[in-house]
């Protein structure tokens, strides 16, 4: 960080509002001056309850310290929603950067404060004793900010010192915004509620008042009297001018950098507090206030030291009455204050103060003083009526620029396409320079999408992630960081989506606030977009999969129908030998011992009693040998009850084909509820045994059965065959037609078959949820 310029962080709760905006712009021109770089967190309210403003506060969040040296905090315009607890809280994971805070006293950072107490209890004063008021109405702000309630404890104060009581259904809370001041207005007209003055504790509220009171056909000053606070640039421009009491907004922000300097130096904590003025205009009712004071011997505390220079210079040459040089170092002057603070009209108090000391130093006749004190005021007359139509003029330019660039945006949701447009719709502001990034990973991770600038930048910058409080790519280097930018968080709803990145002033400050919207809703419509085109890729390529899964499927089942064809065929073919070989065998010599009998008789011959036992003998035989056949294809509901007394009349009969010694250990209670699985698991077992008994030469065969209860509370059966055989042959383990009937059953019967095969013998298991 020391090898890199200096770079200071800004909070704010937006730039929309003159206070913020004037405020921000004093502390940017200071920084200028000091040559260092500032990146403004444009947040919102904290602790708002509004969903984008909630997620605007992510802004904060991206400060650090590999990316700012020190930090300048307008606390004033944060603290809306929280209390001063609540700030300190949240602001301490900053604790080890050099912290100013700007209208608010914060624990562990340095402050600066406007006293505007006096101010206000000298306004009440001149209500009460110019215009004679004395029914007041107060809109205060949240009730735990600090500011607002010192406010309202001098409004009480003085009240109370003119003996005037107050009704506490007369003050009502508002937000500082001009929506509230309209809001609380509308409450009281609707309470009927009587009043002739109304206190605004700032002067956003007290516009939307006016404009609200107009609406209930309630006249301003005639009706109402009507103050404010702070002393914004447009509380001269409305009608009527307001009354109010003014900060010292520019001072404030120019006193918070140089603060910071001296701190990031390794300087002391500092704590300043600077006077408010009161400002007599017409919404309290007065007359029309002219902007000078004739006779004033000193330029007053809020002077800068160009204006006060300014002064000296213009002191001298008025004296040598040098017309032309006089003009033209006004000019240069009131366009240096028009630069820094926009507060043009203050000429008019600082010509007072050239014009006292020129008439008592000065040898020139009081026709010449006066001609040339007239045009000196006429100049700057003509400049501040200049000025102000140069602003709109501005203004009007940049809201039809804005116009333009909503046009070409609109409809645009292709992420390549916006950024195009993007790109040109910038441009048209003059935006040479920004970086617009997005959020991965729930704002953990970010990742640049796109530059204004036309420089060529490593592929990494936008192929890499990297943490957000990062702010750029790391492969972008430090040198970022010598510019003034302005960080505009981009939210839809409650969804953080990323930023934007632009350079300091090339826009109105108010138009930030649009220009953050505006990108918002775009980025989001285009994410939406990518993300509906990805999941329709990624639907093509499931059905594509799945047609692929159904057509093996198809493929499968067509092979395995040809199979069961083929099992079939050798079926009856095996039967029709069994009968054939060995049962017609039996069954032929019955006929012929019968044959034999049956000539004995006919010959009056006796039988021999072994001839018809052997004919018994071979008859049981037959039978036997039929019962073994027939229970391969009979159903099972003619077999015995139990499914162990099936397992062991099937391990009976298979006992005939070879000595193998088979245990059965399965539990008498095993039970299968489902018939149709039942008899798909009892062929999985006749086929397994069948197997072990013809292929694995095996000398040990065991059936047996257990239990299991799972976490959830599920209770698996399982069925196993085990031999101590030489395993199954290659063929029969890999795409074996036994293996796959096998397999196929297990799928009716919605369990899972596993077989496990070696040198040293064959375990085939059934595993399913009872």
């Known amino acids: ?178 929506e509230s001041g309209r809001e609380v207005v509308q409450y009281f007209m609707e309470s009927k509620c009587s009043f002739d003055a109304l206190i605004c504790l700032n002067d956003r509220m007290a516009f939307g008042a006016m404009q609200e009171l107009s609406k209930w056909n309630v006249h301003v000053p005639d009706d109402v009297s009507l103050i404010g606070f702070d002393g914004i640039d447009p509380s001269r421009y409305s009608i009527p001018p307001l009354t109010t009491v003014v900060q010292p907004l520019h001072e404030m922000g120019v006193i918070a950098v140089d603060i910071l300097d001296r701190i990031m130096a390794g300087g002391d904590e500092e704590h300043i507090s600077l006077p408010c003025s009161p400002v007599i205009r017409e919404s309290c009712g007065c007359n029309p206030h002219v902007h000078f004071t004739p006779g004033l011997h000193e330029m007053p505390n809020y002077a800068t030291p160009a204006e006060h220079l300014a002064v000296e210079d213009l002191i001298l040459l008025v004296q040598r009455g040098d017309y032309h040089q006089m003009i033209a170092r006004l000019n240069r002057a009131l366009d240096d204050t028009a630069s820094e603070s926009g507060s043009l009209h203050l000429w008019n108090e600082y010509l007072s103060v050239v014009e006292y000391k020129s008439r008592n130093q000065s040898t020139l006749s009081a026709k010449t003083l006066a001609m040339l004190m007239g045009a000196a005021r006429a100049l700057t007359g003509d400049k501040i009526g200049r000025f102000q139509a140069a602003k709109r003029v501005a203004a009007e330019n940049s809201f039809e620029t804005l116009r333009k660039v909503s046009a070409m945006l609109s409809g645009t949701f292709e992420i390549g396409e916006l950024i195009t447009n993007l790109k040109h719709g910038l441009q048209l502001f003059g935006i040479d320079r920004g970086y617009l990034v997005r959020f991965l990973n729930h704002s953990r991770k970010a990742r640049l999408i796109m530059t204004v600038q036309q420089e060529v930048l490593p592929l990494s910058a936008f192929s890499m992630d990297f943490p957000a409080h990062q702010i750029l790519p790391p492969s972008l280097g430090p040198q970022w960081r010598t510019h003034r930018w302005v960080l505009l968080p981009l939210v839809y709803l409650d969804e953080p989506l990323g930023y934007f990145l632009v350079p300091f002033g090339t826009v109105r400050p108010a138009l930030y606030d649009v220009l953050q919207e505006q990108i918002s809703s775009n980025l989001k419509g285009s994410l939406l977009l990518q993300q509906i085109r990805e999941h329709e890729k990624n639907l093509e390529e499931q059905v594509a999969l799945r047609t692929r899964d159904l057509s093996q499927e198809i493929k499968r089942r067509t092979e395995l129908e040809q199979e069961v064809m083929d099992i079939s065929t050798r079926t009856m073919e095996r039967i029709g030998q069994e009968l054939h070989d060995d049962l017609c065998q039996y069954l032929l010599g019955i006929s012929l011992l019968a044959s034999s009998a049956k000539q004995q008789l006919e010959n009056n011959q006796a039988l021999q009693k072994e001839s018809l036992g052997k004919i018994s003998e071979h008859l049981s035989e037959a039978i036997r040998k039929i019962k073994t056949i027939s229970r391969g294809l009979m159903p099972m509901e003619l077999e015995p009850h139990s499914f162990l007394e099936r397992l062991e009349a099937l391990v009976g009969d298979n006992l005939r084909l070879g000595s193998i010694d088979i245990d059965v250990n399965v539990d008498p209670g095993f039970a299968i509820q489902d018939r149709t699985r039942e008899l798909n698991i009892f062929r999985i077992v006749q086929e397994a045994l069948t197997n072990a008994i013809k292929h694995s030469q095996a000398k040990h065969i065991e059936i047996s059965s257990s239990k299991k209860i799972d976490s959830q509370g599920a209770t698996f059966l399982f069925l196993e065959v085990r031999d101590d055989g030489n395993g199954l042959p290659k063929q029969m383990q890999g795409d074996g037609l036994g293996l796959r009937i096998m397999q196929n059953r297990a799928a009716m019967a919605d369990a899972k078959l596993t077989l496990e095969s070696d040198d040293e013998g064959t375990t085939v298991q059934i595993e399913f949820k009872e």
């Open 1 to 178: 960080m020391q090898d890199t310029p200096r770079c200071i962080g800004i909070f704010t709760a937006g730039l929309d509002d003159e206070y913020q905006s004037a405020i921000w712009h004093a502390i940017e021109r200071e920084a200028e001056k000091r040559k260092m770089g500032t990146i403004s967190f444009i947040g919102s309210r904290l602790g708002s309850p509004i969903a984008s403003e909630a997620s605007s506060n992510l802004a904060y969040h991206l400060a650090s310290e590999q990316t700012i040296d020190g930090l300048i905090i307008i606390a004033s315009s944060l603290a809306s929603y929280f209390t001063t607890m609540d700030l300190n809280k949240f602001f301490a994971p900053w604790s080890s950067l050099p912290r100013v805070s700007i209208g608010m006293h914060m624990q562990g950072m340095s402050d600066i404060t406007a006293e505007g107490e006096e101010s206000m209890r000298a306004l009440v004063d001149h209500l009460v004793s110019v215009h004679h008021r004395h029914r007041f109405a107060i809109i205060t702000g949240p009730k735990t900010h600090e500011e607002s309630v010192k406010r309202l404890h001098a409004c009480r104060q003085a009240l109370a010192e003119n003996a005037i009581p107050i009704d506490e259904k007369l003050i009502r809370s508002g937000t500082f915004t001009d």
